[in-house]
Each structure stands twice: as structure tokens, then as C-alpha cells.
């Protein structure tokens, strides 16, 4: 049975709703499949969700829509990167990725890591309030991306710039806006000049990082060309931060809403991995991901037509009462938290391992450091997108920094 909602997407990318969507994907949950009065179609379930991620008939290429309204806004380039390719051009071009963002490399960043986050505490040590994402979400993650890719840091400013109005055009919330379409555009192709003068410069003189690492690698039979070696650069450069700034925040925000688990963190700060991954479930910093079907396919008893555009709704599987016990309730102790915070199958996110190292160590010491924090506005104002849903800026009191 076809079920018809009209404005269950257009609520969620409704600004208004961005502080609390979760009434709206409660909505969404009546049945597994909807489909909008425009064509789009929605899976909110997480059986549905959990299958769809790992079913080979479902493409990232939002190319191959029959929706032209679903095109996303290249924020790589000229050409899509990995993550929104099908195999097998998707799996050569992350297994370049992967064998140079080892294991190995995001366990030895731990104490550079460390050193960032005490340098970006101690420079408030005679503040007394912090704007979480400013003065220390957003430059821990950027500071390290940069470091590990081989991008100056000091040309921070102007893809800080870019990459604002990318995520903003990109939101497909943003689809009628015709000002925020162009300005994204604009920064992707300023953002793609930038990161193929730079990788000019790596071709020519090896250095540190791993761009040089995979320009220059001569076990490969095959390397990359310059065009996917930029679309690959600038994925790097911006998901490489901007998933971490969500988590950390979104942690942040939601400790500070129960003060009990945020003692129990400074008390016992082994438990935040798994507080961690409770995150990841509760207020993930990726809310949807947009698919399209390479055939007719049923779902949930719902025929999909080939090419249709399709919203996973990860957020709203993650509080399915049919896989979660009390799904509403933060619990940093729950057990077996099987969440799509990362998305999953075969484009789960490369860059989970470190976006987890950079927000456990980041968490713990905020726990530790902060005496007596508290949120000096709640809810707080949050981002444009709709799809990397965190807050703008994150106001935090505090009595002073203990060393």
C-alpha cells in the first residue's frame, strides 16, 4: 500500500524544526516507506534503512535520478568523488584512500591531538565563557585534517569561508533557493582551483601529508589523475572536519542537558566510547543520506520505480522503538548501540576511526576541565543544513579551567 505524505520532507528541512526533527521522523515512522506528493520518496525504519544500506540496487550517483531537482550541487568539483560513486569506480578510488589512512595513522595522532585540544583549553583559561564550535570544535578537527592531508593551515580563512557556504547551498533543503545554489557553486570551483594549485605544487616537490603519500605511491598500478585527485582532496579537507565539529558539539549539548551522565564522565572517563556511540545515535551529526534506485524494487510492500530519489532518514532509524528500548531516552551505558551515525555498508565513513579519537579526546577533557559548565542558551541556534545538523554556536558558562 502506497502511503502519501506531502510535507513530512519539507518540515524537516523547515529552519524552524532544526532545533527538534525528531517529532517529525516519529511521523515518518507510521510507515516505513512514504513517498511525497513531488516523487521523492522516504524509508524511516531501521530494518528498512539497515537492509537498503547494503542493497546493491540502490546508487549514491544522484545522477542517475530521474529527478533533476535531486542533483546535488558538486562540492568536489567538477566531477563527484568517491562517496557518491557506485563500484566500481567507488571502490578503487577509496581503496586509495584507505591504504594510506591506516589504522596505524589515527592511532599515532593521539598525542598531536592531545596537544590541540590543551592549547585550544588553556587560551580561555581567564575566560569564562566559550563558544564551543568557534573557539574549539571547529579548529581541533580542521587543524588536523590539514596537518594530515598537507594543506597549510594558514589558508584556513578561505576554505572556512567556502566550505560554509558549500554546506549551505548543498542542503537539499536549499533547492529553491536560487542565491544559496550559486554561492555554493562559486565556492566549488574556488575550492577545486585552490586544491589543484596545491596539488600542482605536491606533484612537483614530495612532502609531508597524505596527498604527496598518494600522488607519489609507487606500489599503485594505477594512480589517481589530477581531476580525481582533487575531488578526493577537497572530500578530505571537508568531511575531514565537518562531521567531527557536529559530534563534538551535539556530545557537548547533550551532557549539558543531563548533568548526571556528564558527572559520571568526569568521574569515569573510560565510559566515553561508548557514550560516544550513544551520541552517534541520539543526535547524530549526519541526519539523512539521499540514494536512488538502479531498478524497480520493492520495499516494506512499496513499489519504487527506477531512478526514483530516495531519503534514507538515518535520524529517524536510530530512535526506531522496534530496534531501540526506550529510543527517546539518552543512555550512555546502553548496550549493543548499533546506530547509523557513519551510515554503513560499503560507503561507511572512511573517516569514523578519527572522528571518534578526535571527539573522545576532546569530550573528556571539556568533562574534566570545565568546572561547573553550563549552557548559556539552549536550544541553541543552529546551522542551515538540515543534513549536518549541530549547532552554530554553542554558548558554554563555566567557574574557571582546572589544569
Same mark, same amino acid.
Given at each position: 500500500?502506497?502511503?502519501?505524505?506531502?510535507?513530512?520532507?519539507?518540515?524537516?528541512?523547515?529552519?524552524?524544526?532544526?532545533?527538534?526533527?525528531?517529532?517529525?521522523?516519529?511521523?515518518?515512522?507510521?510507515?516505513?516507506?512514504?513517498?511525497?506528493?513531488?516523487?521523492?520518496?522516504?524509508?524511516?525504519?531501521?530494518?528498512?534503512?539497515?537492509?537498503?544500506?547494503?542493497?546493491?540496487?540502490?546508487?549514491?550517483?544522484?545522477?542517475?535520478?530521474?529527478?533533476?531537482?535531486?542533483?546535488?550541487?558538486?562540492?568536489?568539483?567538477?566531477?563527484?568523488?568517491?562517496?557518491?560513486?557506485?563500484?566500481?569506480?567507488?571502490?578503487?578510488?577509496?581503496?586509495?584512500?584507505?591504504?594510506?589512512?591506516?589504522?596505524?595513522?589515527?592511532?599515532?595522532?593521539?598525542?598531536?591531538?592531545?596537544?590541540?585540544?590543551?592549547? +585550544? @583549553?588553556?587560551?580561555?583559561?581567564? $575566560?569564562?565563557?566559550?563558544? #564551543?564550535? &568557534? /573557539?574549539?570544535?571547529?579548529? =581541533?578537527?580542521?587543524?588536523?585534517?590539514?596537518?594530515?592531508?598537507?594543506?597549510?593551515?594558514?589558508?584556513?580563512?578561505?576554505?572556512?569561508?567556502?566550505?560554509?557556504?558549500?554546506?549551505?547551498?548543498?542542503?537539499?533543503?536549499?533547492?529553491?533557493?536560487?542565491?544559496?545554489?550559486?554561492?555554493?557553486?562559486?565556492?566549488?570551483?574556488?575550492?577545486?582551483?585552490?586544491?589543484?594549485?596545491?596539488?600542482?605544487?605536491?606533484?612537483?616537490?614530495?612532502?609531508?601529508?597524505?596527498?604527496?603519500?598518494?600522488?607519489?605511491?609507487?606500489?599503485?598500478?594505477?594512480?589517481?589523475?589530477?581531476?580525481?585527485?582533487?575531488?578526493?582532496?577537497? +572530500? @578530505?579537507?571537508?568531511?575531514?572536519? $565537518?562531521?567531527?565539529?557536529? #559530534?563534538? &558539539? /551535539?556530545?557537548?549539548?547533550? =551532557?549539558?542537558?543531563?548533568?548526571?551522565?556528564?558527572?559520571?564522565?568526569?568521574?569515569?572517563?573510560?565510559?566515553?566510547?561508548?557514550?560516544?556511540?550513544?551520541?552517534?545515535?541520539?543526535?547524530?551529526?549526519?541526519?539523512?543520506?539521499?540514494?536512488?534506485?538502479?531498478?524497480?524494487?520493492?520495499?516494506?510492500?512499496?513499489?519504487?520505480?527506477?531512478?526514483?530519489?530516495?531519503?534514507?532518514?538515518?535520524?529517524?532509524?536510530?530512535?526506531?522503538?522496534?530496534?531501540?528500548?526506550?529510543?527517546?531516552?539518552?543512555?550512555?551505558?546502553?548496550?549493543?548501540?548499533?546506530?547509523?551515525?557513519?551510515?554503513?555498508?560499503?560507503?561507511?565513513?572512511?573517516?569514523?576511526?578519527?572522528?571518534?579519537?578526535?571527539?573522545?579526546?576532546?569530550?573528556?577533557?571539556?568533562?574534566?576541565? =570545565?568546572?561547573?559548565?553550563?549552557?548559556?542558551?539552549?536550544?541553541?541556534?543552529?546551522?542551515?543544513?538540515?543534513?549536518?545538523?549541530?549547532?552554530?554556536?554553542?554558548?558554554?558558562?563555566?567557574?574557571?579551567?582546572?589544569?
Amino acid at each position: 500500500m502506497m502511503i502519501q505524505q506531502k510535507n513530512l520532507l519539507d518540515q524537516v528541512f523547515d529552519y524552524a524544526n532544526r532545533a527538534n526533527p525528531y517529532p517529525i521522523y516519529e511521523k515518518m515512522r507510521e510507515h516505513p516507506v512514504i513517498v511525497q506528493d513531488d516523487g521523492r520518496y522516504i524509508v524511516s525504519s531501521y530494518a528498512e534503512i539497515s537492509a537498503l544500506l547494503q542493497d546493491p540496487r540502490m546508487s549514491v550517483d544522484m545522477r542517475k535520478s530521474y529527478s533533476q531537482t535531486e542533483h546535488p550541487i558538486l562540492i568536489e568539483g567538477r566531477e563527484p568523488s568517491f562517496v557518491r560513486l557506485d563500484p566500481p569506480e567507488h571502490d578503487w578510488q577509496r581503496h586509495q584512500v584507505i591504504s594510506k589512512f591506516t589504522p596505524e595513522l589515527i592511532v599515532g595522532l593521539r598525542p598531536r591531538i592531545e596537544e590541540v585540544v590543551k592549547g +585550544l @583549553l588553556d587560551a580561555r583559561r581567564q $575566560e569564562r565563557e566559550i563558544d #564551543l564550535v &568557534d /573557539n574549539f570544535a571547529y579548529p =581541533l578537527p580542521v587543524t588536523i585534517i590539514c596537518e594530515i592531508l598537507g594543506v597549510p593551515r594558514e589558508d584556513e580563512p578561505f576554505f572556512h569561508a567556502w566550505t560554509d557556504k558549500l554546506i549551505r547551498g548543498f542542503d537539499v533543503g536549499q533547492r529553491g533557493n536560487p542565491e544559496a545554489r550559486k554561492e555554493a557553486e562559486q565556492a566549488s570551483q574556488q575550492l577545486h582551483d585552490y586544491m589543484g594549485g596545491l596539488i600542482s605544487k605536491v606533484q612537483q616537490q614530495p612532502g609531508p601529508g597524505l596527498l604527496s603519500a598518494i600522488l607519489h605511491d609507487e606500489t599503485q598500478e594505477k594512480r589517481m589523475d589530477k581531476e580525481v585527485m582533487i575531488t578526493t582532496s577537497v +572530500l @578530505l579537507l571537508v568531511a575531514g572536519h $565537518e562531521t567531527t565539529v557536529n #559530534l563534538i &558539539d /551535539n556530545t557537548m549539548l547533550t =551532557l549539558l542537558r543531563n548533568p548526571q551522565s556528564l558527572e559520571k564522565l568526569r568521574r569515569e572517563p573510560a565510559l566515553i566510547a561508548n557514550l560516544l556511540e550513544e551520541v552517534l545515535r541520539y543526535e547524530p551529526p549526519v541526519q539523512f543520506v539521499p540514494r536512488t534506485s538502479l531498478t524497480e524494487m520493492t520495499i516494506a510492500g512499496v513499489t519504487i520505480p527506477k531512478g526514483a530519489p530516495i531519503f534514507l532518514m538515518l535520524a529517524a532509524g536510530n530512535r526506531d522503538p522496534k530496534h531501540f528500548a526506550h529510543p527517546d531516552r539518552f543512555d550512555p551505558e546502553r548496550p549493543n548501540i548499533e546506530h547509523f551515525g557513519f551510515g554503513g555498508g560499503i560507503h561507511y565513513c572512511v573517516g569514523a576511526p578519527l572522528a571518534r579519537l578526535e571527539a573522545e579526546i576532546a569530550v573528556v577533557e571539556l568533562a574534566r576541565r =570545565l568546572q561547573s559548565p553550563r549552557l548559556l542558551q539552549d536550544p541553541p541556534p543552529y546551522r542551515s543544513s538540515s543534513l549536518l545538523r549541530g549547532p552554530r554556536h554553542l554558548l558554554i558558562g563555566y567557574d574557571r579551567l582546572v589544569d
